[in-house]
């Protein structure tokens, strides 16, 4: 076993502590990584938090992990002691069902492994991020090209491609309009990468107090949706709408501002039900979708992408002792944009 220090929760309620936790044994395919960021997600709190039920304590979260190679298995062939490498929000699937077969892990129609509180064969849970050290399987594993640096890096692993995925999906580029509903840590990379994608971006958000953020990030044009002329305004304009906050939205509304054949896609998770009239699907012959992360090429494809045209989330790095501070505040909206852990500090 692999001991590595951690912070984690003993339960819904509690607070972050220090703990120690067990990596299982390096085996032939395996890479011990020592990570050096870890990134935080609101999947993050809504797990901690029991939020989405089902949470096994101690909790130990995070999947936007970097850090560098410390060793590899006997049979490891992609990667070396030094390489920099990065761990995103599943760390194993079946590989063998369709999806797998596609490079779409997220999707496995058998089992997927998420890289914490998901069930391992022996009765034990996975533990994520916060911490030192974890051991990956070689496949599961993703390189961090020389163009990223490693803090800006590790929010791509999670919010950088759940915007790339839907809009490589639904073909974001030249000539085509796309929207951004919110500009918190999953909008802003959303609204970078869709610019960068060649795409005329729009950014839908509350007020207009981040406009002039949106606007460096790549927008060309920014709207604040407390003002119903908005709607009114942006009826028919775009070809693609991304949804990124987990809020039940007046579905109608946002549907009436698709164009022909457009789509509206799903990112964030509500806690009720979506509702919507449905003419406000047959008119334009309109579309409501969701999308969850990428697999294992297309995060690589992400990352690739980014340090090309120098993409990495707005960070505030902070130390292990601030993250229920850091907490509180992404629940607040009062993070521009993302919070990053610095390993060190475990």
């Avoid at 819904?12 to 990584?33: A, N």
């Avoid at 961090?144 to 073909?171: F, Q």
Wanted: glycine residues 10%; hydrophobic residues 40%; proline residues 4%.
């Amino acid at each position: 076993m692999v001991s590595a220090a951690a912070y984690g929760v003993s339960g819904p309620d509690s607070k972050f502590e220090k703990l120690t936790i067990d990596r299982r044994e390096l085996g032939p395919k395996d890479v011990l990584i020592e990570i050096k960021y870890a990134g935080i997600c609101h999947s993050d709190i809504h797990t901690a938090r029991n939020e989405w039920k089902g949470t096994s304590y101690p909790c130990v979260p995070g999947h936007e992990i970097v850090g560098i190679v410390a060793e590899t298995g006997s049979a490891v062939e992609k990667y070396k002691v030094g390489d920099r490498v990065g761990v995103g929000c599943f760390v194993d699937s079946c590989g063998q069902c369709v999806a797998c077969v596609a490079g779409e892990e997220q999707y496995c129609t058998k089992r997927v492994v998420a890289t914490y509180n998901s069930p391992l064969p022996d009765g034990s849970y996975t533990q994520g991020g916060y911490s030192t050290h974890v051991v990956v399987t070689e496949s599961f594993v993703l390189s961090i090209p020389d163009g990223l640096e490693l803090d800006v890096a590790a929010p791509l692993l999670c919010a950088g491609i759940t915007l790339y995925s839907p809009l490589k999906h639904w073909n974001a580029g030249p000539g085509k309009q796309v929207a951004i509903i919110g500009m918190g840590g999953l909008g802003h990379v959303g609204v970078k990468i869709a610019n960068a994608l060649g795409a005329e971006v729009t950014v839908l958000s509350q007020s207009l107090s981040k406009e002039e953020d949106g606007k460096r990030f790549g927008a060309q044009h920014y709207y604040a949706t407390s003002d119903r002329k908005t709607f009114k305004e942006l009826r028919s304009r775009f070809d693609l709408i991304i949804n990124t906050v987990s809020v039940n939205l007046d579905l109608d509304a946002y549907l009436s501002m698709l164009a022909i054949n457009g789509t509206l896609v799903e990112l964030g998770l509500p806690e009720k039900p979506l509702q919507m009239r449905a003419f406000s699907l047959a008119a334009n012959r309109r579309s409501i979708a969701g999308s969850m992360v990428g697999g294992l090429p297309q995060t690589q494809e992400m990352l690739d992408f980014c340090a090309e045209r120098g993409i990495g989330a707005e960070i505030e790095t902070i130390s292990a002792d601030r993250i229920d501070e850091a907490y509180e505040r992404v629940v607040a909206s009062r993070v521009r944009y993302r919070f990053v852990i610095d390993a060190a500090t475990f």
